[in-house]
C-alpha cells in the first residue's frame, strides 16, 4: 500500500507507518508499557461489546453532533495531548491540530508537544484545549496556564496519570530520547528510512518547544517517557487540584481517572469534565481498561459532568459503544497521529474521516439517528 487512499481503516494506516518510520520512533508511539497488557485490553475491552440494533428508525441523516461544556462539535471526538509528535512528521502537531478543526471537532496541544502554545495558537484558527502536566517548578505551571488563556486556549485538562514515566520496554531496548540522539542502530534506521530522515533533516528539530528554556538538557539522553516524568510533580495531590480550580476560570477536565471515588471527589471541587484514560497503555501496565472503567463513573457521577474516554479506540463503532457505556466523547490518540506519520496534514484529515464514516455507518446501522441523545443497547 502506497498512498493514503489505499488506506481503509486504522489498522491501515498503522501498517503504513510500520513501514514508514524508523522501528524506534513506531514503538515509541504505538508501544504501551512492560508486558502491554493494559494496552491489549483497552482494545479488547471496546471490541467484546456487541450492539443490539433498533430496525425502522430514519437514519436517513445521521447527526453525528455532540455538545461539550454548552459548543456544538461535529462528532463526539477529540483529539488527545501527544507529545513528540515532531518525531513522527515534522509539525506533526499542526498538522493534526488543522486537520481536527477541519472536521469541527476538539484538538488538545500537550505541555510536551513539539510546538509551542503560541505557535499552535497561530497557525490553527479553530478551537483548542491546553493539556497541563504538573511540573516541579511550580512558577513554570503558572507560567503555562498563563501562556494558554493569554493564547485563548478554551478548555484545561490536566493529566494525573504520569507521576513519574511508566516503564515502556520498547523505548529502552531502543534508547530513544529527546532531543534525539545518534546511535550507530539510529543512524542505520535512518538510512533505511530515507524518506523519514530526509524529512527530518530539512525541518526544525524536534524539541519540548513549551518547556525548552525551562528543562535545558536535564536527562537529555533518558527515553522520553522517564524524561517526562523525571519533570513532573509526583507529590500533586487534592489540595494542589484544588488550587488549581481557582486558578483557571475556564473549564477544567481531569485526565487520567480511572476510580469511582476520584470522580465524585472531582465533581465536589468543581472540575468541569473527566476524561478517564490510561494513558493509552503507556503509564501503569495492569490498569483497568478504559472501557471497563467507564461504566462505574458513568453510574456514580448520574450524567452530572462531561465524560471523555480514550484508550484504544481504532474504529468508529467505538464511539457508539462508549457512548453506551456513558461517555460523552471519546479521544483519539494514535489513530490521527499515526495517520500525520504517513501523510502530515493529509494524513491525519485521513484517519478522523475514517472514524467519522465508520461511527456515521454505525449509527445507521444500529438505528441511532443522533449521537448525542443516542440509548444504545449493548449485549
Ligand atoms: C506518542 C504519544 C504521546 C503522548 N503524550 C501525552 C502527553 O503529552 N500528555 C498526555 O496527557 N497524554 C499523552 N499521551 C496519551 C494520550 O493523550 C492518550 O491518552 C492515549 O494516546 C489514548 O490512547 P490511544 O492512543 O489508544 O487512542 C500520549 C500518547 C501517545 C501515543
Known amino acids: 500500500m502506497s498512498n493514503l487512499s ?20 513506531f514503538d515509541f ?3 504501551g508499557a512492560e508486558d502491554e497488557r493494559t494496552l491489549a485490553d483497552n482494545r479488547h475491552a471496546l471490541t467484546r461489546h456487541r450492539i443490539s440494533s433498533r430496525v425502522l428508525v430514519d437514519v436517513s441523516r445521521p447527526n453525528l453532533e455532540t455538545s461539550i461544556f454548552g459548543n456544538t462539535w461535529a462528532a463526539p471526538f477529540v483529539v488527545c495531548p501527544m507529545g513528540s509528535c515532531a518525531l513522527g512528521w515534522p509539525e506533526a502537531d499542526i498538522a493534526i491540530a488543522k486537520a481536527a478543526t477541519s472536521h469541527g471537532i476538539a484538538y488538545t496541544l500537550s505541555t510536551m508537544s513539539t510546538t509551542s502554545i503560541e505557535r499552535m495558537a497561530s497557525a490553527v484558527q479553530g478551537r483548542l484545549w491546553f493539556q497541563l502536566y504538573v511540573l516541579k517548578n511550580s512558577a513554570l505551571n503558572d507560567d503555562l496556564i498563563a501562556r494558554a488563556h493569554a493564547a485563548g486556549y478554551e478548555a484545561l485538562v490536566v493529566t ?10 520498547r523505548d529502552l531496548r531502543n534508547g530513544i530520547s529527546m532531543p534525539l540522539r545518534f546511535s550507530t542502530k539510529h543512524i542505520w534506521q535512518g538510512i533505511t528510512h530515507p524518506g523519514w530522515a530526509w524529512r527530518m ?64 471527589r472531582m465533581l465536589e471541587i468543581g472540575i468541569d469534565g473527566l476524561w478517564i484514560s490510561n494513558h493509552g497503555g503507556r503509564q501503569l501496565d495492569g490498569a483497568i481498561a478504559s472501557a471497563d ?37 471519546v479521544g483519539i490518540g494514535r489513530a490521527p497521529l499515526l495517520g500525520a506519520c504517513v501523510g502530515g496534514e493529509k494524513g491525519a484529515h485521513k484517519a478522523i474521516e475514517i472514524l467519522i464514516d465508520e461511527l456515521r455507518r454505525a449509527m445507521q446501522l ?3 439517528a443522533n449521537f448525542s441523545s443516542a440509548k444504545v443497547d449493548l449485549s
Do not use: C
Request: positive net charge; charged residues 25%.
Open 6 to 25: 489505499g488506506a481503509l481503516s486504522i489498522a491501515d494506516l498503522r501498517q503504513m507507518a510500520r513501514r514508514r518510520l524508523p522501528a524506534s520512533v
Open 29 to 31: 508511539i504505538d508501544g
Open 160 to 169: 494525573v496519570d504520569l507521576p513519574v514515566g511508566g516503564k515502556r520496554e
Open 201 to 264: 533533516i530539512n525541518s526544525k528539530f524536534p524539541e519540548f518547544e513549551n518547556v525548552r528554556d525551562f528543562m535545558g538538557q536535564e536527562g537529555a539522553g533518558l527515553t522520553i517517557a522517564a524524561r517526562v516524568g523525571e519533570s513532573l510533580n509526583a507529590s500533586y495531590q487534592w489540595s494542589d487540584l484544588v488550587q488549581l480550580r481557582d486558578k483557571w476560570k475556564g473549564k477544567l477536565l481531569v485526565k487520567g481517572v480511572q476510580h469511582p471515588g476520584d470522580a465524585l
Open 293 to 329: 472503567a467507564l461504566p462505574a463513573i458513568y453510574e456514580a457521577t448520574q450524567g452530572r459532568t462531561t465524560l471523555i474516554m480514550d484508550s484504544g479506540v481504532r474504529r468508529g463503532v467505538d464511539a457508539l459503544v462508549a457512548k453506551a457505556l456513558g461517555a460523552n466523547a
Open 366 to 368: 444500529s438505528g441511532v
